[in-house]
């Protein structure tokens, strides 16, 4: 077991890179602090493709007969979902005393959320509203995380929002990304979380157990 390479106290270290994970590097690390982010998987070029889906695709289970799919890459699952978005139930957390509507109201200056207009509607999703509206169905648009001014004329995989972009902030801004980095237990002292201690893979079938330490985890 070795510490980290640098000896560097981390100001905060974010275990995994998908959409909770990316948003909070970003946030501190546009503050000035040193954040240490660790990803399971690997940095990949994110494109919608076959090859590239199934080498990040992987399974969990949810129950002893149900499994889901997630993704292990830097970013997280938003590079297979489907850019829609439900609101959060701002009223029922307010009820709780949990106020979202300043963050909330805060990320969606930050996030290219709106309706997608007909115009960049595929013409199967067309048949489809059609049918169900004659069917009798209340057909609604949800809300989409696509950047529309990315779209020439049809949906892009390239203007969908994807954790990954908020990763790339946060590298820019200081924050340092160590990929293939499975954590495997949160280091204590005094009852508080002090560190990482994590598995880095090299090379195919070589790995190092390596730890990391920080003032918040």
């Given at each position: ?12 270290i974010v275990v ?190 070589g790995s190092r ?7 918040r985890v």
């Open positions: 077991m070795t510490m980290s390479a640098d000896g560097e106290i981390y100001d905060c995994g890179s998908g959409t909770a994970g990316a948003v909070i590097a970003r946030e501190l690390s546009g503050r000035g602090q040193r954040v240490l982010i660790l990803e399971r998987g690997r940095y990949i070029p994110l494109k919608e493709t076959v090859w590239t889906l199934a080498s990040m695709f992987n399974e969990v289970h949810v129950t002893d007969k149900l499994k889901d799919a997630r993704v292990y890459a830097a970013g997280g699952s938003s590079a297979m979902y489907m850019a829609s978005m439900d609101e959060p139930p701002i009223d029922a957390y307010r009820a709780l005393g949990i106020d979202l509507q300043p963050a909330y109201d805060a990320i969606r200056l930050q996030l290219p959320l709106a309706e997608m207009p007909d115009a960049l509607m595929s013409p199967q999703t067309h048949r489809v509203r059609e049918a169900a509206v004659a069917a009798g169905y209340d057909w609604k648009k949800k809300l989409m995380l696509i950047d529309q001014s990315k779209c020439s004329g049809v949906y892009s995989y390239d203007a969908k929002w994807k954790a990954l972009s908020f990763v790339d902030d946060a590298v820019r801004q200081g924050a340092v990304l160590k990929c293939r980095a499975l954590a495997e237990r949160v280091l204590t002292e005094s009852g508080r979380a002090v560190g990482v201690e994590c598995r880095i893979r090299e090379g195919a079938f157990a390596v730890r990391f330490r920080a003032e």
